[in-house]
């Protein structure tokens, strides 16, 4: 079943080819990508580009860029029937994170994936990448229904449920993890696609809603041995901070010392929503499970529970762009909006 698939270049490694002058690393016109992949040739399927100029370094993403992103997607919304996104690879979990809380009533595939090496060099891992992106954004039911209508990142023959990622390793072609969750279609001779774990619409046919009222205020603070007080009072004393993530150890546990309790409480009771999600890369926060974290939820902080700090950011960045009212905040936190948690 043929499909039409927009092809997004934002920037990022895939897009670089070597200067024969300089030898650095130069992005090329990814309008010319039939040349590096003359493979895309073979597709029945047709592929559009749109390309960001210039091209964006993936650490230098910022939530203006997700807005611009996700407007695109909906300007272009009923003209394809899915989306790659070529992306630079260090913020690309924050960047399908985002978008995945900002695409309302999606229902068809938005895939990231990208490369540790330049598609120009001879053991780039951009081809294929690129290739099984498309061919799953393409993926059709015999409805002509999207096989997998949600925001994704592929990569290494893998493909994952975007809000559920973390960039694992540096060095690895094996980018990517989602500890918490199992991936949503493997690669292999043919694509086998998990469908119990995919996320599909309860109604076809919904209007895609962009949502792109963002509020940043927010920090985050990781526990660690040793903590010392002016430390947590300077991150829960930044103006204007709304929210904080509280990265804790293990099952959602903290020191118990007076005064970090004493800080935690206060903030609370001025306003500041708290989030507690695990440091651990596999596993959840359970605040019921021993007695430090007993007494964290008893002072009102929040379960984050098997969240990424990631997804954890922009779910926050989302709710409270959405609204001022901090009570439906914190019970919007504790709801699975787009698969971002497992809740027990």
């Known amino acids: ?19 024969p002058e300089t030898q650095t690393l130069v992005p090329f016109n990814f309008e010319q990508i039939l040349e590096e992949v003359p493979e895309l040739r073979k597709f029945v ?9 210039p091209p964006i370094d993936s650490s230098d993403i910022e939530p203006e860029f997700w807005v611009e992103l996700a407007n695109l997607i909906g300007e ?23 978008l995945s809380f900002m ?3 999606l229902e068809k595939p938005v ?31 015999q409805k002509g229904r999207a096989l997998v209508p949600e925001v994704c990142v592929y990569f290494e023959s893998q493909l994952y449920r975007g809000n559920r990622t973390t960039k694992f390793n540096a060095e690895n072609f094996r980018a990517f993890r989602s500890s918490n969750y199992p991936c949503l279609a493997e690669a292999g001779i043919h ?13 076809w046919g919904r209007e895609l809603k962009v949502n792109t009222a963002l509020d940043t205020n927010i920090s985050i603070l990781r526990i660690f041995p040793g903590i010392s007080e002016q430390v947590v009072k300077s991150a829960l004393s930044v103006p204007g901070m709304r929210a904080l993530i509280l990265e804790t150890y293990g099952s959602g546990n903290a020191p118990t010392k007076g005064w970090l309790l004493d800080l935690l409480k206060g903030a609370i009771e001025r306003g500041v ?28 902080v929040i379960s984050g529970y098997d969240s990424t700090t990631e997804a954890a950011v922009v779910k ?17 936190l504790l709801e699975n909006l787009r698969g971002e948690i497992t809740i027990s």
């Open 111 to 141: 895939i990231f994936t990208g490369s540790q090496l330049p598609i120009g060099m001879l053991r780039t891992d951009g081809k294929e990448n690129l290739i099984s992106s498309i061919e799953i954004a393409a993926a059709k039911d």
């Open 103 to 105: 695409l309302e009533n």
């Open 191 to 203: 694509i086998k696609y998990n469908t119990p774990f995919i996320n599909y619409p309860l109604d």
């Open 45 to 53: 399927h047709t592929i559009d580009t749109h390309s960001f100029y």
């Open 316 to 332: 926050l960045f989302f709710l409270l762009g959405n609204t001022n009212d901090n009570h439906k905040v914190k019970e919007e």
């Open 273 to 300: 929503i708290i989030l507690n999600i695990t440091q651990c890369m596999a596993g959840s926060v359970d605040m019921d499970a021993y007695a430090t974290g007993i007494l964290l939820k008893k002072m009102g």
């Open 1 to 19: 079943m043929k499909s039409n698939i927009l092809l997004i270049y934002t920037g990022g490694t895939i897009g670089m080819k070597h200067d």
């Open 76 to 98: 272009k919304y009923n003209q394809y029937d899915g989306f790659v996104i070529l992306h630079g690879t260090d913020t690309m979990s924050y960047s399908a994170s985002a």
